[in-house]
């Protein structure tokens, strides 16, 4: 079904609540709404600053420190992760969003001394020397498919230019929270358990039939 602006907006306000009633964060941005001209809306970190940066050739140690340093974020992990959210509405409609978690390049102040982390959920699964931080991107945009190379929705992994798995959906915000805790802080999403478990609400399918017959994922409901 369908999601409007208001619940879109309504979901980020419960993962604010999440965040800060269990300690998951060192800090965040409360989110925007902002409606734009021809009935458009875009619900977006803060004041609705200019993000487009990060789409850029930049090296990806270079796009984190931009983004800490113009504080491009909804919420800042304790780990020093970025996430950020961003969705457009027209007529109540999504036509875009940009869902991003951009792991902190920097990790050998956890991993040189694992001994202070070990014990704290959210630091588990960074800790060991082997992990090797890759930026994640959910990206929606109607404007710009073409079938196969430019999914509706799609996943990128790293900064590959090319790289657009297809998605079965536009993405919630929840939905995206939890696949980005059980994915990259499991020990933390399974010691909170049910305080972190909401109800998951999809958009409706976007994905062709051509783009079925390859692998993609598949928003299950």
């Known amino acids: ?37 021809e009935n458009k809306t875009e619900i977006c970190i803060s004041s609705c600053k200019d993000i487009s940066f990060t789409l850029s050739s930049m090296s990806y140690k270079d796009l984190y420190e931009e983004s800490y340093k113009r ?5 800042l992990m304790l780990d020093g992760a970025i996430v950020q959210l961003n969705y457009l509405f027209d007529k109540n409609k999504i036509y875009k969003h940009r869902l991003a978690y951009l792991p902190n390049p920097n990790m050998e102040a956890f991993q040189q001394e694992p001994e202070i982390y070990i014990e704290q959920p959210m630091y588990a699964e ?16 109607e404007t710009a498919f073409e079938e196969f190379n430019h999914p509706k929705s799609h996943l990128t992994l790293g900064q590959y230019k090319n790289c657009r798995i297809a998605t ?33 609400r999809f958009f409706d399918p976007t994905i062709t039939e051509g783009e079925k017959k390859f692998l993609h994922m598949n928003m299950i409901r």
Request: cysteine-free.
């Open 168 to 200: 079965s959906a536009p993405i919630s915000p929840i939905v995206f929270i939890d696949f980005i805790l059980r994915s990259f802080y499991n020990t933390a999403y399974k010691s909170y358990n049910e305080d972190i478990r909401y109800p998951k």
């Open 126 to 141: 960074i800790i060991e020397p082997s992990i090797v931080p890759v930026p994640i991107r959910f990206d929606y945009d």
């Open 71 to 75: 504080n491009l974020f909804n919420y």
């Open 1 to 37: 079904m369908p999601l409007s602006p208001s619940e879109i907006a309504n979901e980020i306000r419960i993962i604010d609540e999440l965040f800060l009633k269990n300690s998951l964060i060192d800090k965040y941005n409360s989110y925007s709404v902002k409606d734009h001209r």
